[in-house]
């Protein structure tokens, strides 16, 4: 059977998302930053752990397919801005996200369908990440204790379990 053959929309999304990958972490790392609370501040830091767990999972299928992300720095600068707009409410910031992170699984899971079957491993790395997360701040906006275990999970496996599968396996 033949290999399929990726589409150009595959690609050109596949770069953009990787590029949204590098931007999300340097937008959590300077969030992290910026609020007070060293609690808050240290679960900014494993999102944006997670990010960079999901975009060098996918950076094997760029060099595959030679696609050239745009420089760090500049997809750092441009993070860095986001989180300097942001919102410091706690509640806001993780109630806008559990506004969009619904959105964007459905997005990652658009790409996995036009993807050459090959790639599928790496880019379910991708979607696992952001189901991961959203569990974080559902549990979290809930004043759960263990709401960074869905993250914490994921940064071990590359999956996204339910909270009470990941506290089994801890
Ligand atoms: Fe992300």
Do not use: C
Request: negative net charge; glycine residues 4%.
């Amino acid at each position: 059977m033949a290999t399929t053959e990726p589409s150009k929309t595959y690609l050109k999304t596949l770069l953009q998302y990787y590029e949204e990958e590098i931007e999300g972490a340097a937008y959590f790392d300077t969030l992290a930053e910026r609020l007070n609370e060293p609690d808050q501040r240290k679960k900014m830091v494993l999102m944006a752990d997670v990010e960079r767990y999901a975009s060098a999972a996918v950076e094997p299928l760029l060099e595959k397919y030679d696609l050239k992300p745009q420089a760090k720095e500049q997809l750092f600068k441009s993070g860095n801005n986001q989180a300097t707009a942001s919102s410091l409410n706690w509640t806001a910031i993780l109630e806008g996200m559990i506004k969009t992170f619904p959105g964007y699984i459905e997005m990652f899971k658009d790409l996995e369908a036009m993807a050459p079957a090959e790639d599928r491993p790496m880019l379910e790395v991708l979607t696992a990440h952001e189901v991961a997360a959203l569990e974080f701040l559902h549990l979290e906006s809930q004043l759960d204790p263990s709401s960074t275990l869905p993250m914490m999970h994921y940064l071990k496996t590359g999956t996204a379990e339910t909270p009470g599968d990941a506290k089994e396996q801890t």
